[in-house]
């Protein structure tokens, strides 16, 4: 017979351990801290990774390489469902940041919003308004379908890169430094980008134009006459040449 199959409670809950009891325990007089010393003492606390003194293991190590640990973008996530439950939003109502710091549903605005669209088994049956950073396509699904609307004002990064979320593209427009950087090569974007660039030269009153004009003058002026070849060693060259 094992001691599972007296009783499933058996055994789940461990005592606590129970110190100073007399020295038949083993762990009496001193408690098990041993004689004298700064562990010993009451209030005794010793900060994390210190050494009693020596350099830290992590500050003796090298710090090499790049990391991008510090431009991670952290959301504050609310789901669908803790909207619904809450009853500032039981008529429907605006959903942004403010309304929920209002709410307590995060804690502050020092992070992105991003909604998600878990309801579990029940039906939206409110309008929204949402504006957040984010929103999941199956919240802004459940969100749309009741009426409601939804607008993604993005991140600071989608901003920079020219993304915009409210729209079915998505990729980013902002490409001018690469485009700069491939102009030579044979993709697409640098090949529309290089047609685009024919298109205006080609206008009438155009500027660059004038200029390329002017340079292919001074080129032609500056072409010098080719010299001849020289003869082999051991060859003089004929007359005349």
Do not use: C
């Amino acid at each position: 017979m094992m001691i599972h199959d007296i009783t499933a409670l058996a055994g789940r809950y461990k005592a606590k351990k129970r110190v100073g009891r007399g020295l038949g325990s083993g762990t009496g007089k001193t408690s098990a801290r041993g004689h004298k010393g700064q562990k010993s003492r009451s209030g005794y606390s010793q900060k994390r990774a210190h050494e009693g003194g020596q350099m830290p293991y992590f500050r003796r190590i090298r710090k090499v390489g790049f990391s991008n640990f510090k431009f991670t973008t952290r959301f504050w996530i609310v789901n669908l469902r803790d909207i619904m439950d809450h009853p500032m939003f039981a008529k429907g109502g605006t959903v942004d940041a403010a309304a929920m710091v209002k709410a307590g549903l995060i804690r502050d605005d020092s992070r992105d919003l991003k909604i998600l669209g878990d309801i579990g088994d029940r039906k939206l049956g409110v309008k929204l308004q949402i504006s957040a950073a984010r929103v999941s396509d199956s919240a802004r699904k459940l969100v749309t379908d009741a009426g409601g609307e939804v607008k993604e004002t993005g991140t600071r990064r989608d901003v920079v890169r020219g993304v915009d979320r409210n729209s079915d593209d998505r990729r980013p427009k902002n490409l001018g430094k690469k485009l700069k950087r491939g102009s030579k090569s044979k993709g697409k974007k640098a090949v529309a980008a290089a047609a685009e660039g024919a298109e205006a030269a080609d206008k009438p009153g155009d500027k660059s134009v004038e200029k390329v004009g002017a340079k292919a003058e001074k080129s032609e002026k500056s072409d010098k006459p080719e010299k001849p070849a020289k003869a082999p060693k051991g060859e003089k060259p004929a007359k005349g040449e």
